[in-house]
């Protein structure tokens, strides 16, 4: 009971759903990916990040001091749904600038 209730909290909030659908995407992509395209601050970032991952969207790699993260999987059939109703929103999603210095 407390996944699935982590998992609706996490996509009832509007910049989480914009993200998580950013990463659907966009594959794998850095921390500072997100904060530029998105003009976030890393520390809000970082906590929706943080949610999703803890809802079980998301999966992290961490490589130096570099966080990329990209979508679990596999996914259950939950979630799966559920990205693929994002996918199909109307949603104002910015491009991958691709600045990451690691890149």
């Not at 989480?16 to 995407?25: G, M, P, S």
């Not at 890393?42 to 490589?63: D, P, T, W, Y």
Request: with cysteine.
């Amino acid at each position: 009971m407390d996944i699935f209730l982590k998992t609706i909290s996490a996509i009832n909030d509007v910049t989480r759903v914009k993200i998580l659908r950013f990463i659907y995407e966009n594959g794998e992509v850095c921390v500072c990916d997100i904060e530029q395209s998105f003009g976030m601050i890393q520390s809000r970032v970082s906590r929706h990040l943080k949610i999703l991952k803890e809802a079980g969207f998301l999966r992290v790699n961490r490589q130096g001091r570099w966080a990329y993260y990209s979508v679990r999987q596999p996914l259950d059939k939950f979630r799966l749904e559920i990205l693929e109703e994002i996918s199909c929103l109307k949603l104002d999603i910015p491009l991958k600038k691709g600045i990451c210095k690691s890149e």
